[in-house]
């Protein structure tokens, strides 16, 4: 029998528990999560249900149809960085302007002490 | 009109003493800020035993955040005039007037300093200069106007400037950067003669490689500055 639908059936399934268990023991923001569970569901699905499977490897014209798994999981992972890249950038921001906001009280604090 | 001088300082313990002293005899009615970018020197009390503000920020923040810093504050204390001015000695205080002028009549929103208007005056390293050249042609195609000097951190503002750099001030390269986000928001952009001096202490020699390689991050960073979103005025 054909490995590749188990191994990626098993890959799958542990992603989704992994998110899970990360979002159960607060390790993980929901918020953050949701793209991992929602891509995890779908490549779990695609690694069981054989007939949809091959319907969107027929309807794309992909003539090896695990290869589905592998495109779906690679923009996934796209989608998911850009994600991220957006977060770090808007988290780089507040920081700046919280370490900006800090030196300014400061400044006015000691002048208020000095007076 | 009430002056705020701005110095971003990191480092410079050796060289602020002497710049603090420069602004204070040729422009003693305006005030002075510094803002302490997280230096490991003595750099703030320095400053502060000549009796100016400083501002320390808690970690090094980098030029961009530095200055908007100095910004954030000449809003909140109302200032109508902003001047940005080196701390590493570049700058002369005797050259301030021909920056004010311009601004103090209205006639423009931000006056740069410029080291190239004055002919033969500033001796460069060859790539130095030959950065700064490329560097202008491309910046003065973008913002529709000549900019022979887009470098040059000697730069005076107005109070709408000083609020449209509250929200944005660029990190990165923020002296040729804010001049097209300036333009895109419609701002009057103006440069004067300046006479500056090499840097007083200290080196910054920049090999041919790391001059082209500096045009080409400015260069990105800037065309991305033009697809940026920018309220107008």
């Known amino acids: 029998m054909d490995m590749i639908p188990v191994l990626a059936t098993l890959v799958s399934l542990v992603i989704v528990l992994a998110v899970l268990e990360l979002i159960r023991r607060n390790r993980l923001k929901e918020k953050y999560s949701l793209l991992w569970l929602f891509s995890s569901f779908v490549l779990l699905w695609f690694s069981v249900s054989r007939k949809s499977l091959h319907l969107v490897a027929g309807y794309i014209g992909i003539y090896y149809p695990p290869s589905v798994i592998f495109l779906l999981g690679f923009l996934f992972l796209i989608i998911i960085n850009i994600h991220f890249s957006t977060v770090i950038s808007r988290l780089s921001d507040r920081n700046k302007t919280l370490a900006q906001e800090v030196a300014l009280l400061k400044e006015m604090l000691e002048r208020e002490k000095g007076r | ?233």
């Open chain 2, 1 to 233: 009109m009430k002056t705020l001088f701005i110095i971003p300082a990191y480092n410079e313990e050796l060289n602020i003493g002497t710049v603090i002293e420069d602004i204070q005899g040729h422009v003693p009615a305006a005030d002075i800020l510094v803002i302490n970018d997280g230096s490991a020197d003595a750099t703030g009390s320095v400053a502060k035993n000549l009796g100016v503000t400083v501002i320390t920020l808690p970690y090094n923040l980098g030029i961009g955040a530095a200055m908007q810093t100095g910004y954030r504050y000449a809003d909140m204390q109302g200032y109508d005039i902003a001047v940005q001015f080196d701390g590493d000695g570049q700058h002369r205080a005797d050259q301030l007037k021909r920056l004010l002028e311009p601004l103090e009549r209205g006639e423009a929103d931000i006056v740069i300093g410029s080291r190239f208007l004055t002919k033969g005056l500033y001796e460069a390293e060859v790539v130095r200069r030959f950065a700064i050249r490329l560097l202008s042609g491309i910046i003065s195609l973008l913002v529709k106007q000549k900019i022979t000097d887009p470098t040059s951190g000697l730069r005076a503002v107005n109070r709408k400037v000083v609020q449209f750099f509250c929200d944005f001030y660029p990190d990165d390269y923020p002296e040729p950067e804010s001049l097209v986000l300036l333009h895109k928001a419609r701002f009057k952009i103006a440069e004067a003669p300046v006479i500056m001096e090499k840097r007083l202490l200290g080196n910054s020699s920049i090999t041919l490689f790391r001059g082209v390689y500096y045009v080409v991050k400015v260069v990105l960073a800037v065309l991305v500055d033009m697809i940026k979103v920018i309220p107008r005025r």
